[in-house]
């Protein structure tokens, strides 16, 4: 495939989001530097057992640690959805290796590194360097403003695409009368293993894939777990759950009225805030054309082009509730292909048109700015549609088509030929999509 234009271009990090980018970027014939802070690939499935030094992680001057993994953590995915199209999440008899079909943690950052080997990447990667800034220049170019150690490094690009993961700096529930709280506070970006939590009474607010795997954790060694669920619609106490003796559900607004009187008695120890991240960007200076509104970055045309800047600003891996490296791979060939011009993008204007109508869809539907990137939408009833919206259970992958249990019987996936059928509320991004994979 021979790249109309190849354009010079910075990607900012080296988890899965940004190899899948620098990965299409050099396919489609661009010169590609991949700036990573870290010295290693794979961002988030880098486990690192040390935590921020402000374990709520709110003071803004506090040292961070990029990953929020916990020692336990398994895929809450199969392999089959998990993995590339271009390079399957398989099993490998290697030794030293997780061959079960959710694997430990350690098991995805080694795919991630054999991904580097098998296509080469290293080489592309600054490792050690943290991109402090980001700003446009004139004709349309950006400059990037690196940092080793003391070294300052300015240069200029065609193109910057943001890869920079978006689950390492910590959203906190509002909680009336916290300021009063006599206990520890922490978040899920800080918890690693249950032992500090051993017979300690602790509360856990939230209810995401994070919440149900560390309060499982935590209950094998605390004397009480109280897990208040924004979810839980029905007000109260809904009592202990299925097979734990010290665990208990509440609603969040029990929990709220919980909170004084936990306060005055002091009769929890900890209150845990599995609760979410933030979108983060303190390296880009748009001028405020993109900016971050209660967790809505925007305007992004399809979460990826802010339609004034593009296609010399792009974001990969923003929507969430969809197989992340699959979705990777399809933004990055479409951001490659407009670089190179093979692709087009609508005008600005219709970009931001489509945009503007998104928003309203949301807002008619209740839908909260928060949740502008949940594109669970585009799935029918699995996550593995995935699959089929890139075209990839077309024999040529070995997916079951049966009834999937994790052993641990905590997470469950379908299989069905159906899903080969392609179905979304946007049919727009379909045909972009089935154009631009089938290149
Ligand atoms: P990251 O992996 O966060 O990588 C971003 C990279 O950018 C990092 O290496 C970071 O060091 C670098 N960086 C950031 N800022 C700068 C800067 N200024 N300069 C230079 N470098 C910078 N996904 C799944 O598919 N399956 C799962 O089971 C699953 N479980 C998860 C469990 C947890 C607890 C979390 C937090 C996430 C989970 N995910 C899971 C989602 C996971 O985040 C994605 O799979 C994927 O790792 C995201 O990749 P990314 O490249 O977007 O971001």
């Not at 509730?321 to 093979?342: D, H, M, Y």
């Not at 593995?384 to 070995?398: E, W």
Request: aromatic share 10%.
């Amino acid at each position: 495939m021979r790249p109309v234009t190849p354009r010079n271009v910075a990607v900012i990090g080296a988890g899965a989001g940004g190899l899948v980018a620098a990965r299409a970027l050099r396919r489609e014939g661009h010169k590609v530097v991949v700036f990573e802070r870290e010295d290693k690939v794979g961002g988030t499935w880098v486990y690192n057992p040390n935590i921020d030094s402000d374990p709520i992680g709110i003071d803004p001057s506090r040292n961070v640690v990029h990953s929020s993994l916990y020692a336990s953590l398994r895929t809450n995915l199969p392999r089959e959805v998990m993995g590339c199209r271009e390079y399957p999440f398989v099993a490998t008899n290697k030794t030293q290796r997780d061959p079960r079909r959710f694997p430990g943690h350690r098991e995805v950052f080694e795919y991630l590194n054999d991904y580097v080997s098998e296509f080469g990447l290293n080489e592309l990667v600054r490792f050690g360097t943290e991109v402090s800034h980001v700003g446009l220049v004139e004709e349309g170019k950006w400059k990037v403003r690196s940092r080793i150690g003391e070294d300052r490094v300015d240069e200029i690009y065609d193109a910057v695409v943001v890869c920079n993961g978006h689950y390492t700096e910590p959203r906190i529930a509002e909680i009336p009368g916290i300021d009063v709280w006599p206990g520890k506070q922490i978040h899920s970006h800080n918890y690693r293993v249950p032992e500090p939590f051993r017979d300690q009474v602790v509360i856990l607010i939230g209810s995401s894939a994070s919440a149900v795997d560390i309060s499982r954790d935590i209950a094998a060694v605390a004397r009480e777990v109280h897990i208040a669920s924004r979810s839980v619609k029905k007000d109260g106490t809904l009592g202990k759950l299925p097979g734990y003796e010290n665990m208990w559900l509440h609603s969040m607004k029990m929990f709220m009225k919980m909170v004084p009187s936990y306060s005055r008695m002091g009769c929890a120890d900890v209150i845990l805030h599995c609760t979410g991240y933030k979108y983060y960007y303190p390296f880009l200076d748009t001028s405020g054309i993109v900016a971050v509104d209660d967790n809505r970055v925007g305007p992004l045309y399809k979460h990826i082009f802010p339609p004034f800047l593009a296609p010399g600003l792009s974001f990969v891996g923003l929507p969430f509730k969809f197989p992340p490296f699959p979705l990777f791979e399809f933004q990055s060939k479409w951001i490659a292909g407009v670089l190179a011009g093979r692709l087009v993008l609508p005008s600005p204007e219709e970009m931001l048109a489509d945009v503007e109508a998104f928003y309203l869809t949301l807002e008619a539907s209740g839908v909260p700015k928060r949740y502008t990137h949940n594109i669970a939408a585009y799935r029918i009833s699995s996550i593995l549609k995935a699959h089929s919206l890139i075209g990839y259970i077309d024999g040529t992958y070995p997916c079951p088509n049966k009834f999937v249990q994790d052993e641990r019987g905590a997470a469950t996936a379908q299989i069905n030929p159906e899903y080969q059928i392609w179905n979304t509320q946007d049919q727009a991004l379909m045909t972009l999509l089935n154009a631009t994979l089938s290149q």
